[in-house]
């Protein structure tokens, strides 16, 4: 791929020739290897090399494949040791120690293993960290034409490389490497990503506590390294974003992303010169915002991945709403002064948009005001989270039940109904919405421990479940909403790009079709027509559930066989079944 290949659609600036990479690399060691160590490894300095032991237990087919899938999920890291810089290291030491004393002999350690301990201590760094500038370049582009515009974070028209901002730079690099298809681009990507975090950890303190602009941009590489972290499907990278997710929120809420100042907006007076800085700290502020709102998506993504609670309250967002796409993409002071003019520009808080209707439909006088894409996106999510914590909090009831499927509905309504089937949708939000029906109406960690999440104990912990779930009324609808959710996903422009929730929201729709083939009691009663018709997220679809299913279940009566069932073979199903 080159770099001429976006000329046409990006910015001209970019990484220049002059670019000193080996300066740069030594910026970023120097801010964390302590005075007196060197950075340089060599490469045969390996500590508590191991190999993993293998175990051979006899057991069922059942329990072997239930095995199996227990060692291969996506979120477990089988690794027995902490891989740093491709070295294998245990955590515990390596040598026996020798008793200070003839009492008690775990009471004192001997010098052998305090140097072991120091060693460990040190941090080991390769010497030549980053890729080539080339390949930085190549990222930067492939960052502001692919993935900005499905996580609209960062304002490209304002941003340029320089020294405060190196390490969201740098962050930026490693997720525009997922988009250039090859395994080497992915491998450098996570070479970036893995130092960039060391880095992050070990110069947080001096740079958070600054309240800079230097400050601001690491919290941004943060967040764009937890979206790394999140789409590179290595579980050790899941376990990171998981266990780093709350320090990223406690160092923006310190820095005032949840209540960024008002920016002054220009009127018809404002003199030309003093325009261009009001764009600029306009764009400072909306990033801020829009980084806010990431972490909102990223709070509720890792609750469902995870099935914990959501750290943030979703509730009532008391964050500002991010502006519209056109006033975000303006590409110049003008073009934004004159936007801001013409859409009334003033932003409000997010909770103000989740006011729900005294009534169902909602009349045209109340539905929300005009809100922008990406703020749907989070306010959709934040419903999610919702369905998230009352599941955790043991059980979903009736009462619960209703609250959370009027809200999405409502959601459909004000936000989704009048837009154009053949619009692109940058933010897949349909999607999103079919798989908050799912969670609404299963529990996927149940689900995810009956087909071997946790083993073949774990499987049979929950067995009762989901044969009950199987056969009820319930499955039927995560059915018609998992194949829904298929299709939507094959209906996608080949060119697009999904959504960040996109690849777990197949991932459970294909796990719900699964679930619902294979543990359902094949003499359980048959649920009317007319109960499978009474349901109100279908209806407002203008679909015919009956027949949906029917089509999706490879056009058999009653249940159908794996090979049998659309979803799971991604057949294109009932086009015309989403008016």
């Not at 089937?421 to 349909?430: A, S, T, V």
């Not at 044969?467 to 996903?489: G, M, N, P, Y």
Request: charged letters at 20%; hydrophobic letters at 40%.
């Amino acid at each position: 791929m080159q770099l001429g290949a976006f000329d046409s659609d990006y910015p001209t600036w970019h990484i220049g020739e002059d670019f000193d990479l080996r300066a740069f690399n030594s910026s970023l060691l120097a801010s964390i290897i302590p005075e007196g160590i060197s950075g340089h490894v060599p490469t045969e300095c390996r500590l508590g090399l191991q190999t993993p032991a293998s175990q051979t237990n006899p057991c069922s087919p059942n329990e072997k494949s239930l095995s199996m899938i227990n060692e291969l999920w996506f979120t477990k890291d089988c690794t027995p040791g902490c891989r740093t810089d491709d070295i294998l290291y245990s955590v515990a030491p390596t040598r026996p120690i020798t008793p200070a004393s003839s009492g008690n002999e775990n009471s004192g350690l001997d010098d052998r293993y305090r140097d072991d301990l120091s060693l460990r201590l040190q941090p080991r760094w390769k010497e030549d960290p980053l890729p080539s500038t080339e390949f930085l370049n190549l990222a930067l582009q492939l960052f502001f034409t692919k993935f900005n515009p499905i996580f609209p974070l960062i304002h490209a028209a304002t941003f340029r490389p320089s020294q405060q901002n190196s390490l969201l730079l740098l962050s930026i690099c490693s997720i525009g490497s997922l988009f250039m298809g090859s395994n080497g681009a992915t491998a450098q990507g996570s070479k970036i990503f893995e130092r960039l975090n060391k880095v992050i950890l070990a110069s947080w303190e001096n740079i958070v506590t600054r309240k800079t602009m230097e400050s601001v941009s690491l919290i941004q590489a943060a967040i764009i390294g937890q979206t790394f972290g999140y789409l590179s499907g290595n579980p050790k990278h899941l376990i990171t974003v998981e266990a780093f997710s709350g320090t990223v929120v406690a160092w923006a809420r310190r820095n005032g992303f949840f209540h960024p100042s008002h920016p002054i907006l220009p009127d018809s007076n404002t003199p030309l010169r003093e325009l261009d800085e009001l764009w600029k700290s306009w764009a400072k502020s909306e990033e801020m915002r829009r980084t806010a709102s990431g972490l909102y998506v990223h709070d509720s993504q890792l609750a469902s991945m995870f099935h914990h609670d959501p750290l943030l309250r979703h509730n009532s967002i008391q964050i500002q709403a991010a502006a519209s796409t056109e006033l975000f993409n303006a590409s110049s002071a003008a073009s934004w002064a004159a936007l801001v003019r013409s859409q009334n520009y003033a932003p409000q808080l997010l909770c103000q948009y989740q006011q729900m209707p005294k009534t169902s439909p909602p009349s045209p006088s109340q539905l929300s005001p005009q809100v922008s894409r990406f703020s749907t996106y989070v306010l959709l999510h934040g419903i999610a989270a919702g369905i998230q914590e009352s599941r955790q909090a043991g059980f979903i009831d009736a009462q619960d039940m209703c609250q959370h499927r009027d809200a999405l509905i409502h959601w459909y309504h004000a936000y989704e109904s009048g837009n154009c089937e053949k619009e692109p949708d940058p933010f897949c939000l349909m999607i999103l919405w079919h798989e908050s029906f799912m969670s609404l109406l299963v529990d996927f960690d149940k689900l995810e421990r009956a087909i071997g999440r946790d083993g073949p104990s774990g499987a049979t912990q929950v067995s009762f479940y989901t044969e009950q779930w199987a056969s009820s009324i319930h499955a039927k609808r995560v059915a018609i909403h998992a194949s829904l959710i298929h299709q939507r996903f094959g209906n996608m422009r080949v060119a697009s790009e999904p959504a960040i929730h996109v690849p777990r929201s197949m991932f459970l729709a294909a796990i719900a079709w699964y679930c619902y083939i294979k543990f359902g009691v094949e003499d359980s009663p048959a649920v009317a027509t007319e109960e499978v018709l009474d349901c109100p997220e279908l209806k407002i679809l203008n679909i015919n559930p009956s027949q949906h299913l029917f089509e999706a279940s490879g056009f058999t009566k009653g249940k159908p066989t794996a090979v049998e069932a659309s979803p799971l073979l991604g057949r294109d199903i009932a086009k015309d079944s989403i008016q």
